[in-house]
Nanobody, 122 residues
């Protein structure tokens, strides 16, 4: 069982940066691949980034590649999403998720956080 709590969301101007954090409970965090997803108003939830258990493997959606960086600190049971060069299209609720494999599909993840709002103003 893993519980996930996201933080770090907020309001930022276009071109700015934010770093999201996702803190996981439990001693088995290191066994899980972690993912970030987002859901904009009126749209389906979409994949943003994923990272393997050791941090050596990462995947990104094309829309964020080169701007976002996913990382993890297994000693702190935390996964991060550094978001740079934000634009209005990045406005969404961001969710972290834990699963067995770092995949883009939601069905690869069995545990989800409650989400944190990111709003980018023009």
């Amino acid at each position: 069982q893993v519980q996930l709590v996201e933080s770090g969301g907020g309001l930022v101007q276009a071109g700015g940066s934010l770093r999201l954090s996702c803190a996981a409970s439990g001693r088995t965090f290191v066994r899980y691949a972690m993912g970030w997803f987002r859901q904009a108003p009126g749209k389906e939830r979409e994949f943003v980034a994923a990272i393997g258990w050791s941090g050596g493997v990462t995947y990104y959606a094309d829309s964020v590649k080169g701007r976002f960086t996913i990382s993890r600190d297994n000693a702190k049971n935390t996964v991060y999403l550094q978001m740079n060069s934000l634009n209005v299209g990045d406005t969404a609720v961001y969710y972290c998720a834990a699963g067995n494999y770092p995949r883009a599909g939601e069905d690869a993840y069995g545990y989800w956080g409650q989400g944190t709002q990111v709003t980018v103003s023009s």
